[in-house]
């Protein structure tokens, strides 16, 4: 694989031969140093000089590899540096020098794969496994390859305090976790995936940084006031001096994937992201991104978290949009959880119709100008003109999980024809579909929000924080302490419940589901204007006909409580039934649905359907 001439031209590069060169951004100082703690030279102060737009340089001869170092700020306290790309001893310590061209790839033949294909398992890499490291998720990549996963989405890995985090509160974005392996360890992780032909996605956070180890301000003008988020200080993406930090996150991105051969970013919370300049942050790291797209001669993409409903996210430049290639699309889970759980507080209060899932399934956005009562406002703008392929839906994420008070699945209170019910929504929906690490074998631990601050103070406000959050929810009880350590333990999964009892038959549900959307042609097309949707409200059941020149699929999901015969909106043909959530087989207790169907162009159709099911069909 070629690099091209990208190169990291700020933090510590090793150059051969020379020794180190080491370069910061910092105007706020009229003076900044470097100490390198080696065996090497001497531990003292080493002055940079200075260059224009704030950056300060030298190169330190006899400097390399595993040394570490501090930065000095006028008379400040020592700091690591900003663009770190290992904190071998946590968020406070000294930074290492690290040479990323000491690491063997084995993956030169890989060139990634179409966006079409992705079919993403997203996993916490502490919880997935007994080590809770990428060594551990390595040992479990031929389980989710047999699973006919595509792309392994990591929750972020850049440096977060302490051991145990989801990694939104990572303070070095280009430094990766000590305690999950480091650089080599998730370079092994990402070398193995290529070489079982699995994608990768790297989840990262440009809307803020974490509050503990954050010492990007003293050193420049990341932050402003101007703006405000959840999480903390605004990034300065359009105020003065914001060239600068632009060009620090850019990086970034560019970075995983020119280093790590990482093959999408998915962008936290864009909605947090704030740039009122001519050329929005997004268009120009997404322009940036693409053109690494010839020199590494590999698919990369970039895939938004937004709960804007803007389409102008995903839009190409050519008209005004930021040229981000997909994003996540809350709607679908929304309307799914309401009509399984009939849960209606916080946003949920915004759904409960069919006829919302039904929107979800033909345009994506199910807000797309309407009024939202959440939001006491009208919200979203219409993307019925977008690809699916653009649009990454799911029954469960980690947010949507783990923003519950007590974490729980939906394994935790949902019978079993719900969950079969919600996975054939998503895996025979259009669109890209992700599973959320343990979904596909009905996990029961929950996933529960877990820190590891050394601030009393932090750490108090973070338990704060987190009984406040769920004021609007209206949850009982209380929420388990993130700080503990046992938090954490409850929400390590264990994936060998996969051949056990009902788990068992849910894992081979899912098998069945993701190989009928690989191996039927109407079911592996994602094309808007090749599907059908049609809502029958009274019956709560929705029917969703996808076809190409020669194949053709209906799907049929039922979310009444009754077993029913449909009179209408069936799709004209003969039909073989390929799949019955309600058969035994299943674990349904459904009566037995027909084989096959005949629906003439009059209408008339004997088509049956269970309670809480889902019936696909396949023209013959």
């Not at 501090?70 to 946590?90: E, K, M, V």
Request: glycine fraction near 8%.
């Amino acid at each position: 694989m070629k690099n091209g001439n990208w190169s990291l031209n700020i933090g510590a590069r090793v150059i051969k031969d020379q020794g180190t060169f080491f370069r910061v951004w910092a105007p706020r100082s009229g003076r900044v140093a470097v100490r390198i703690i080696s065996g090497k030279t001497p531990a003292e102060q080493i002055p940079l000089q200075r260059e224009e737009y704030g950056y300060f340089s030298v190169l330190i001869p006899d400097v390399g590899h595993g040394d570490r170092y501090l930065y000095f700020l006028d008379n400040g306290p020592a700091r690591p540096d900003p663009a770190s790309r290992f904190q071998p001893d946590g968020v406070h310590e000294a930074s290492q020098v690290f040479d990323p061209q000491l690491f063997k790839w084995q993956d030169q033949e890989w060139r990634g794969i179409t966006l079409e294909d992705y079919l993403i398992y997203e996993l916490h890499v502490g919880t997935f496994s007994t080590e809770g490291t990428f060594a551990g998720v390595i040992r479990q990549l031929d389980y989710l390859k047999e699973l006919g996963i595509t792309a392994v989405e990591l929750m972020p890995v850049a440096q977060f305090p302490g051991s145990r985090n989801w990694g939104y509160d990572g303070a070095y974005p280009f430094a990766v976790q000590n305690s999950y392996g480091g650089p080599d360890g998730l370079k092994e992780l990402v070398d193995a995936c290529h070489a079982k032909g699995l994608a990768v996605i790297m989840d990262v956070v440009y809307n803020h940084l974490g509050p503990e180890g954050n010492y990007l301000n003293n050193f420049g003008f990341y932050f402003t006031d101007k703006y405000h988020t959840p999480w903390g200080r605004a990034i300065n993406f359009d105020g003065p001096f914001s060239d600068q930090v632009r060009d620090y996150f850019i990086s970034n991105a560019l970075y995983w994937f020119n280093e790590y051969h990482i093959d999408a970013l998915r962008l936290d919370a864009i909605h947090g992201i704030f740039d009122l300049s001519a050329r929005h942050i997004l268009r120009q790291m997404a322009e940036e991104v693409h053109l690494q797209r010839e020199p590494l001669q590999k698919q990369i993409y970039l895939i938004a978290e937004s709960d804007l409903n803007d389409v102008r996210v995903i839009n190409p430049p050519e008209i005004d949009g930021h040229g981000v290639d997909a994003q996540w699309s809350d709607d679908l889970h929304h309307a799914l959880h309401t009509l399984l759980t009939g849960e209606n507080k916080g946003y949920y209060s915004d759904f409960g119709q069919i006829s919302q899932l039904a929107k979800a399934l033909r345009e994506s956005f199910v807000y797309s100008g309407e009024f939202s009562r959440h939001r006491n406002r009208r919200h979203g703008n219409s993307a019925r003109n977008r690809a699916p392929s653009q649009f990454v839906v799911f029954s469960q994420n980690h947010d949507q999980v783990g923003n519950r008070m007590q974490g729980d699945r939906l394994s935790a209170s949902l019978p079993l024809r719900k969950l079969t019910l919600a996975a054939g929504v998503v895996m025979l929906s259009p669109y890209l579909p992700l599973i959320f690490m343990g979904e596909e074998y009905a996990e029961k631990a929950p996933f529960q929000y877990f820190v590891s601050h050394s601030d009393p103070a932090l750490i108090e406000a973070v338990r704060k924080g987190r009984r406040e959050e769920f004021t609007s929810f209206a949850e009982a009880g209380e929420a388990p302490d993130p700080q503990s350590e046992a938090t954490f333990l409850a929400s390590k999964i264990d994936p060998e419940q996969r051949s056990k009892g009902e788990h068992q038959l849910i894992h081979r549900f899912y098998r069945r589901l993701i190989e009928l959307r690989k191996s039927h042609p109407a079911l592996a097309t994602l094309e808007r204007e090749n599907i059908q949707v049609t809502c029958l409200e009274e019956n709560k059941v929705l029917i969703v006909t996808r076809q190409t020149e020669t194949s053709a699929a209906m799907c049929l999901f039922s979310f009444s409580d009754q077993r029913q015969a449909l009179a209408t909106g069936l799709a004209v043909g003969n039909w073989k039934r390929i799949l019955d959530s309600s058969e035994q087989d299943w674990g349904g207790e459904g009566e037995k649905t027909a084989a096959s169907i005949t629906v003439a162009a009059s209408g008339k159709s004997s088509a049956v359907i269970n309670p809480f099911s889902l019936l696909v069909y396949s023209k013959t």
